[in-house]
């Protein structure tokens, strides 16, 4: 059993401090078969160039608060994976899910409702400085536009881009706070006992994650990891990386076996699918400008 992972907030009361949750459905999750392989040549690296590469201490980063819009009272609060680039323009990755056009949403984006390309997403730094964004990609919009049957993408393939506007790209700074990194992006997949780390900033209490690969999801489109504490409403979209830094994954579930568990979509397999149907063009993972550098 799992439950997406996004907080709904009253438009209204976006300048409170503390993430107000809702009730999250309980869904089941049909059995999936096996998915296809990564598409290695849309796993490649770039850097931010213009601006964003010549700001020394950007405001927006990984782990920056997603607000994205359902309607005039309600939005979806999740948060920023990773930074990307493509085309001259740069992106912030998070889970598709984030940009879910209802309240009561399931697991399967090949049936969920998904905002309009072009939506506005507030992205609020960790001043709490404002700018917009605007929904570029969805895999869930892009599975359904293709009219993908494939049960375990349509479970497991969960990531969606926000494009920053050009006037704030010069705010962008692609490093993980306080973990440094990403190094790279983890294009071969992950075994059990593997470290883990995410940044997760937006519920207060502890920021940093850290935990350990329990079990890959069928062809490695998905990752169960075990944290302490876990993924929590309003974390949905976190990057994770792996021991050496390199990003390898999206948080999108939480498993309801009283595990403590988080479901966290393959982020290579994720950026393959984009790069070949999303219609933007290629995009690529922007590293951090610090190394990476794991607490203890």
Not at 71 to 76: L, P, T, V
Request: glycine share 14%; with cysteine; charged share 15%.
């Amino acid at each position: 059993m799992h439950r997406r992972r996004s907080v709904f907030r009253a438009v209204a009361a976006m300048v409170a401090a503390a993430v107000l949750g809702l009730a999250w459905p309980t869904v089941a999750v049909a059995a999936a078969p096996s998915a296809p392989a990564v598409d290695k040549a849309a796993v490649h690296q770039a850097a931010v160039t213009g601006p964003a590469a010549a700001q020394a201490a950007g405001t927006i980063t990984p782990g920056v608060l997603m607000l994205s819009p359902i309607d005039e009272n309600s939005a979806n609060a999740c948060t920023a994976a990773f930074v990307f680039s493509g085309g001259g323009k740069t992106y912030l990755g998070y889970a598709a899910h984030c940009a879910g056009a209802g309240t009561a949403m399931g697991l399967s984006g090949c049936r969920e409702r998904s905002l309009p390309m072009g939506t506005t997403v507030l992205i609020e730094d960790k001043n709490g400085t404002r700018s917009n964004g605007r929904l570029a990609y969805s895999s869930w919009a892009t599975m359904q536009q293709r009219g993908e049957s494939d049960q375990s993408l349509c479970l497991l393939n969960d990531f969606a881009l926000v494009q920053v506007d050009p006037g704030a790209v010069g705010s962008v700074d692609p490093t993980v706070p306080i973990l440094g990194g990403p190094s790279a992006l983890d294009s071969n997949g992950l075994t059990p006992g593997e470290p883990v780390f995410s940044y997760q900033p937006n519920n207060g209490g502890t920021v940093v994650k850290e935990g350990d690969v329990v079990s890959e999801g069928t062809g490695g489109r998905s990752h169960r990891v075990l944290t302490n504490p876990p993924g929590r409403p309003g974390d949905s979209g976190s990057g994770y990386l792996d021991g050496n830094g390199r990003a390898f994954g999206v948080l999108s579930v939480q498993f309801l076996d009283g595990s403590g568990a988080n479901g966290v979509t393959d982020l290579a397999m994720a950026l393959s699918y984009a790069n070949r149907y999303g219609g933007i063009g290629r995009v690529a993972l922007v590293p951090g400008r610090k190394p990476f550098a794991p607490p203890g």
